[in-house]
Nanobody
Framework: QVQLVESGGGLVQPGGSLRLSCESTGINFKNYDMGWYRQAPGKQRELVVIITSGGNTNYADSVKGRFTISRDNAKNTVYLQMNNLKPEDTAVYYC?????????WGQGTQVTVSS
């Protein structure tokens, strides 16, 4: 059974940092492109960043220079380091794993940026 479990969300002040983690089980992790998406209240889910199985990355313009994705294939885990957080980063953040026609989602973790 495939599971993606996100952790690390929470409440942080503007300008602060958080590190999200997504641990996967049930997939051949090293073959998968891994991504982080987010969905704010009343808005559609949007791509934050993807890291391919080969380590290439693609960031949304809104997070370039502030967020960094990384993966540890030995731990079947992908990370999202988020710095200089802004109120508009507030959303539920979802982990996604994709390989060929297979796609899996985590349950999401809430990130709230507020003073």
């Amino acid at each position: 059974q495939v599971q993606l479990v996100e952790s690390g969300g929470g409440l942080v002040q503007p300008g602060g940092s958080l590190r999200l983690s997504c641990e996967s089980t049930g997939i051949n992790f090293k073959n998968y492109d891994m991504g982080w998406y987010r969905q704010a209240p009343g808005k559609q889910r949007e791509l934050v960043v993807i890291i391919t199985s080969g380590g290439n990355t693609n960031y949304a313009d809104s997070v370039k220079g502030r967020f960094t994705i990384s993966r540890d294939n030995a731990k079947n885990t992908v990370y999202l380091q988020m710095n200089n957080l802004k109120p508009e980063d507030t959303a539920v953040y979802y982990c996604n794993a994709r390989w060929l026609s297979y796609a899996h989602w985590g349950q999401g973790t809430q990130v709230t940026v507020s003073s």
